[in-house]
């Protein structure tokens, strides 16, 4: 029988301190991950997990146990974490791992990274950079804040973890028995590094299958936009169209994953539809996938599952398909793609300001411009999306309009740079109540006799131009 291949644990101290009763976050990963590679080698002698005693790791010098563990070990599996990376005895770890593979071995095939939480790659060290890491971690939906997964508890319901840690398992798995991945992790390829494919974000019963075709693009050294899978684009229709516009033109590839519940409320088809005609418009190629089995329960969803570019195959087979023709188009030439909106801004009035809101947009149309109208918007939860705000007085009471200026103020200050501009309409009719409230951040235009034409062209090329400063906006960490 041969010996038992040998697995080092990497971790810092404080990631594994019990936040009640019970074992700590990493002692709970590892506990099960023995589990399961038990199960796929078919027996629990096949391997040895070494990780340090922590409380032996954390009081004593123990340079020359280490260093044996270290040489001994096959694998290398790192629980990176802020407190990971402020770790001497973590960094060290990694170096003296790295020191010792043999030539010829892959770290790729060699290194394992647990994300416990989001982290600057900046500051991995180098034994660990360029890794794909297994997220144990998300971010809500509305405040955006990170949580790690299993925090404070496992439950049996967290799918997401225990398919995350059934992913490490059988990767693992493969590279104690010596054989390849069903993806395998190849050294990062210089002419594919800079290709960029957009996966269309779906809806919870189609997460899983969305990680693994992230995953295995990401471990042919293909980019992957968004660049995390819990990235979260706006709910409002035309901001969702601006962002992904934006995200689409720098993509070489379009892939979009179908199901019946992707198609199963007006919201999820309306979504579909606006990235698929996002990359129509940019020219993109897509590839589609379905469900084998889906089924249409009416002719607007037969329409979007059954279309001619929609492939009903095997998930692994297409997934291994998309890469191909991913890897391909780093070779072609970019195509000319028409530019998409690269700057998008809100109206905001009140019912009895509506007609010049028309007039508004009657002129804007013909602008380069992503914008819409709005009657009582809630500023505060959608400001982060927009590049220029312009509040409308004309009939509505001053003490409304001042209180959204006040807003846009505020959010523009506490917003990232470049600020969000600001702009007061200031339309018929020319005797009204007088606005007891200025500032010099917000541009007015005076529109009381008539459109003021130059002036919303003005407003119209610094909203641009503020979008050009601000390049593209990002979701993730």
């Excluded at 041969?2 to 019970?22: E, I, M, T």
């Excluded at 001497?88 to 170096?95: H, I, P």
């Excluded at 705000?389 to 505020?410: D, H, M, P, S, T």
């Excluded at 917000?442 to 407003?459: P, Y």
Aim: charged residues 25%; contains cysteine; hydrophobic residues 40%.
């Amino acid at each position: 029988m041969p010996s038992a291949k040998r697995v080092f644990v990497s971790y810092a101290h404080v990631d594994d301190a019990p936040l009640g009763g019970g074992d700590g976050w990493v002692s709970s990963v590892i506990k099960s991950m023995i589990v399961m590679l038990g199960r796929q080698l078919g027996r629990k002698d096949a391997f040895n997990l070494v990780w340090i005693d922590p409380q032996l790791r954390g009081n004593d010098r123990v340079p020359d146990r280490l260093r044996e563990e270290l040489e001994s070990a096959w694998a290398f599996v790192a629980f990176v974490s802020p407190a990971y990376l402020e770790s001497e005895w973590c960094l060290g770890e990694c170096a003296e791992f790295q020191q010792q593979l043999p030539s010829g071995a892959s770290r790729y095939e060699r290194v394992f990274v647990v994300e416990m939480s989001p982290s600057s790659r900046d500051r991995w060290p180098a034994l660990l950079a360029d890794q794909r890491g297994y997220e144990f971690w998300y971010r809500e939906l509305l405040s955006m804040r990170a949580r790690t997964r299993g925090v404070p508890a496992v439950h049996d319901e967290d799918l997401d973890y225990w398919h995350m840690l059934e992913d490490l398992s059988q990767d693992l798995a493969c590279c104690l028995r010596g054989s390849v991945p069903p993806a395998p992790y190849p050294s990062p390829v210089p002419s594919v590094s800079d290709v960029r494919v957009f996966l269309a974000e779906v809806p919870s019963s189609l997460q899983a299958a969305h990680r693994e075709v992230a995953r295995c693009l990401r471990q042919a050294g293909i980019i992957v936009v968004p660049s995390h899978d819990s990235a979260v684009y706006p709910e409002d229709e035309v901001a969702l169209h601006s962002q992904v516009s934006r995200d689409i033109a720098t993509c070489a590839l379009f892939v979009h994953l179908l199901g019946e519940d992707s198609m199963a409320t007006d919201r999820e088809r309306g979504r579909a539809r606006i990235q698929v005609r996002c990359a129509q418009d940019s020219q993109t190629p897509i590839m589609q996938w379905r469900e084998p089995h889906a089924r249409a329960s009416d002719q607007q969803t037969a329409e979007m599952l059954f279309g001619d570019k929609v492939r009903a195959e095997p998930l692994a087979r297409f997934k291994e398909e998309v890469k191909v023709h991913a890897t391909q188009l780093a070779h072609v030439p970019p195509p000319n793609r028409p530019t998409p909106e690269t700057a998008f801004f809100r109206i905001s009035a009140e019912q009895a300001d509506l007609p010049v809101v028309d007039q508004i947009i009657g002129k804007l149309r013909k602008s380069e411009i992503a914008f819409d109208a709005v009657d009582g918007v809630d500023l505060e939860s959608s400001f982060r999306y927009w590049d220029g705000f312009l509040v409308v007085f004309g009939r509505a009471e001053a003490k409304w309009v001042a209180g959204n200026l006040r807003i846009c103020r505020k959010m523009a200050a506490r917003g990232p740079q470049p600020p969000t501009v600001l702009g007061l309409y200031d339309g018929p009719p020319i005797e009204k109540e007088p606005l007891r409230y200025h500032s010099p951040e917000i541009l007015w235009i005076d529109a009381r006799e008539s459109l003021n034409h130059a002036a919303l062209d003005r407003f119209v090329e610094l909203v641009k131009r503020r979008a050009l400063d601000r390049g593209p906006r990002t979701w993730s960490a």
